[in-house]
């Protein structure tokens, strides 16, 4: 991996007439990495995938992809670009095959052998039309077509959201796979941790229309512990420790969720109040959950 950003975001802001829905997006995203985009529905994931791919216009900051404004990526910066929208939506009347073709004619990398891999895989029926696909039919036949132009940067909304835990399970281990075997960069927003966990080896937190984390997975396991603090006496109701995501205090106990923990933090607290203390690591999900209290 290069430490070039395929995606840099700065002080990105977005409004739908009063509504703030991006309030000053900063996110550099580097070349060959799979960025999981984290946050709860309507935090703004979307709104901000359509402004990178220069679908919606930003009302300030810059945002740039393969180094152009994303309002006016070139042809060349477009044809590098693959796309699985939320909700899609393909020619009904069209047959499976048919529509591969159709798409193929547009670009002229495109790879049959890796297209037809992944129909068979996914037990997609080329002779079907496409309007009476299920749901996770349709994205999967999404994925192929955004792949099947070897697009540099892959970019999924909720990529899977119509598939049972199973087909899900596959999905996630075919997209690693194809990450894994070029360097292409992918983000792919979701609010199902678990999903995140197993493909990313990057996490952008959204919240409140602002990134409040990026870095490597391991990185933010690491950062944000729950400490269970038991002191030689009753701790203050006002009891605060730098960092806290939320803090439960009873008598001379506290349960506190701590972003950006040191050793050296947890001595002072040791010694300051004369307490034992448990350092618990935290999931993906509880590190979320966390974060997103209150």
Known sequence: MTGEAVIASQGVCKNFGDKKVLRGVDLSIPRGSVVGLLGKNAAGKTTFIKCLLGLLKVHSGTLRV????????????????????????????????QILQYTAAFYPRWNWELAHRLVRQWELPPKDRVGPLSAGQLQKLALV??????????????PVASLDPVARRDFLRTLLEIAQSETRTILFSTHITSDLERV??????????????????????????????????????????????????????ALVA?????????????????????????????????????
């Open 66 to 97: 393969f180094g152009e404004d994303s309002w006016w990526l070139t042809a060349e910066s477009k044809a590098q670009l693959g796309y699985v929208p939320q909700e899609v939506a393909l020619y009904p009347w069209m047959r499976v095959e």
């Open 145 to 158: 077509l955004a792949l099947g132009h070897k697009p540099e940067l892959l970019v999924l909304d909720e």
């Open 258 to 294: 701590v972003s950006g923990v040191t050793g050296a933090m947890i001595d002072d607290l040791r010694t300051t109040w004369d307490a034992t203390i448990d350092v618990e690591p935290l999931s993906l999900e509880d590190i979320f959950l966390e974060m997103h209290h209150g």
């Open 200 to 253: 990313a080896d990057r996490v952008a937190i959204l919240r409140d229309g602002q990134i409040v984390f990026h870095d490597e997975l391991d990185v933010l396991k690491e950062s944000v512990k729950r400490l269970r603090i038991t002191a030689s006496r009753d701790l203050p109701a006002a009891f605060a420790v730098r960092g806290a995501l939320r803090t439960e205090v009873a008598g001379p106990s």
